[in-house]
T-cell receptor
Framework: DGGITQSPKYLFRKEGQNVTLSCEQN?????MYWYRQDPGQGLRLIYY???????QKGDIAEGYSVSREKKESFPLTVTSAQKNPTAFYLC????????????FGNGTRLTVT | DAKTTQPPSMDCAEGRAANLPCNHS???????VYWYRQIHSQGPQYIIH???NNETNEMASLIITEDRKSSTLILPHATLRDTAVYYC?????????????FGKGTKLSVKP
């Protein structure tokens, strides 16, 4: 089955450590996205990529970094510079960066203590 | 991009139609209305989208007013599994979904 895989589902880290969240898609989609969701809140865009080797900052990019070396993969690194990293992180993809629906993974819940 | 306004919560009896409203009074001519839903601790799921005309698929119907300033998502026969947060979003055609804004949505509770 085609889809988006995020791993791991739960991740625990100590404060001051960088951590990388994985996102892989086999839908042959050009565009990929990372969102953050805090309890009781909507989704906020961190980074997005419309094509391989290109990406743009979203609304809350500070403290995060991404890479897009392959079409299928869009890993997100949460750096120690991110002030409040504990959150639910969602990866999504779409056929193109225009009028096409987003397909979401099931998220990674990151807890930093 | 236009913003949307949705009620924070709604209840619906199982088997009845659930009608979820959304206001998007500043929508522009080339912006589509999209609906997604999110079941607790899962990723959001695409439901339906439209521009001007009413749309229907196997999941739901989307009714857009003639002036396009509001829309209603209709789940014709709600089940307990439809309990979720429903998000209404507007999106520029051809624009990057990097500008996609997910608000807080409407929490729909379907009750037996």
């Amino acid at each position: 089955d085609g889809g988006i895989t995020q791993s791991p589902k739960y991740l625990f880290r100590k404060e001051g450590q960088n951590v990388t969240l994985s996102c892989e898609q086999n839908l042959n989609h050009d565009a990929m996205y990372w969102y953050r969701q805090d309890p009781g809140q909507g989704l906020r865009l961190i980074y997005y990529s419309q094509i391989v080797n290109d990406f743009q900052k979203g609304d809350i990019a500070e403290g995060y970094s991404v890479s897009r070396e392959k079409k299928e993969s869009f890993p997100l690194t949460v750096t120690s510079a991110q002030k409040n990293p504990t959150a639910f992180y969602l990866c999504a993809s779409s056929m193109e960066a225009g009028n096409s629906p987003l397909h979401f993974g099931n998220g990674t819940r990151l807890t930093v203590t | 991009d236009a913003k949307t306004t949705q009620p924070p919560s709604m209840d619906c009896a199982e088997g009845r139609a659930a009608n979820l409203p959304c206001n998007h009074s500043t929508i522009s001519g080339n912006e589509y209305v999209y609906w997604y839903r999110q079941i607790h601790s899962q990723g959001p799921q695409y439901i339906i989208h439209g521009l001007k005309n009413n749309e229907t698929n196997e999941m739901a119907s989307l009714i857009i007013t003639e002036d396009r300033k509001s829309s209603t998502l209709i789940l014709p026969h709600a089940t307990l599994r439809d309990t979720a947060v429903y998000y209404c979003i507007v999106l520029n055609y051809g624009g990057s979904q990097g500008n996609l804004i997910f608000g807080k949505g409407t929490k729909l509770s379907v009750k037996p």
